[in-house]
């Protein structure tokens, strides 16, 4: 099965700095790459995705990159805010729109925001 | 965006209780959904896949006689926690998917049992 590694599991960064979250992937035939933001007691939000025929996307001050030969994605993070806060997940799947599989998650990065 | 339903968003109860929680997509059919429980500053883990119509999924070391899924319906999974625990407090997250849609949460119930 699918096994997700995510780095680090503490980050603190100044507001308005950059953060970078990593994670690598075990299965090759992965190739859809959500990133969910969890405040405390709360559902998971998807915040961004990358499916793998692509190489970087971008979202205002979020992007993620995937390298697929290296089997690592990552989440960046520009002119971090305190509402930035949260606890983040990367997650993998082999996604081939039937919807039948679960994610794997990688353990959560807790990036906190010091003003 | 989709809309997934879970209720309770809170239970307390005595050990030995069953629990009953439910997963509702309120805007989209979901051919599947699956059941993800969360220990405290751990990650999300997968207990189970249910398809609509048929027998759910069980990840390994997940018990399901004490997980019982039924997912009778397009729009409506349940999850019975059977003679709940103290072990078994945790926080139960459903999400929801078909062919059209990537998984989207429910809000997550938060068990606590006595």
């Known amino acids: 099965g699918e096994n997700v590694e995510q780095h680090p599991s503490t980050l603190s960064v100044q507001e308005g700095d950059s953060a970078v979250i990593k994670c690598t992937y075990s299965?090759?035939?992965?190739?859809?790459f959500p990133w969910y933001k969890q405040e405390l007691g709360k559902r998971p939000q998807l915040i961004i995705d990358i499916r793998s025929n692509v190489g970087e996307k971008k979202d205002q001050r979020i992007a993620v990159t995937l390298n697929k030969t290296a089997k690592h994605f990552s989440l960046h993070i520009t002119e971090t805010q305190p509402e930035d806060s949260a606890v983040y997940f990367c997650?993998?799947?082999?996604?081939?729109?039937?919807?039948?599989?679960?994610?794997?998650f990688g353990k959560g990065t807790h990036l906190i925001i010091q003003p | 965006g989709a809309v997934v339903s879970q209720h309770p968003s809170w239970v307390i109860c005595k050990s030995g209780t069953s629990v009953k929680i439910e997963c509702r997509s309120l805007d989209f059919q979901a051919t599947t959904m699956f059941w993800y429980r969360q220990f405290p500053k751990q990650s999300l883990m997968l207990m189970a896949t249910s398809n609509e119509g048929s027998k759910a999924t069980y990840e390994q070391g997940v018990e399901k006689d004490k997980f019982l899924i039924n997912h009778a319906s397009l729009t409506l999974s349940t999850l019975t926690v059977t003679s709940a625990h103290p072990e078994d407090s945790s926080f139960y997250i459903c999400s929801a998917s078909n062919s059209n849609q990537p998984q989207h949460f429910g809000d997550g119930t938060r068990l606590s049992i006595l």
């Open positions: 299965d090759s035939a992965s190739n859809y």
């Open positions: 997650a993998a799947i082999s996604y081939s729109g039937g919807g039948a599989d679960g994610l794997t």
